[in-house]
């Protein structure tokens, strides 16, 4: 909160932009797994998982892997 609010306050509206383009991305991502669900009966994300998820510990590497990227 207090980052978006100093954003908000250094920049004003000409980050306005962003949101809109975030909405676009949410409307294209939810389209393309309301498809996924019709075409499969599955969700998404068990499509995803059974498709490149070989082992199950890939999750937790991939949650290692995301928080040294973030650090």
Known sequence: MTITSKSGSLYGFSLLWIVALAFFF????????????????RSLLSVIREKWCYYPG?????GYVFKIIIT
């Open 26 to 41: 949410m409307y294209v991502f939810t389209s393309m797994a309301v498809h996924i669900g019709i075409v499969t009966d």
């Open 58 to 62: 890939a999750y937790q590497f991939q």
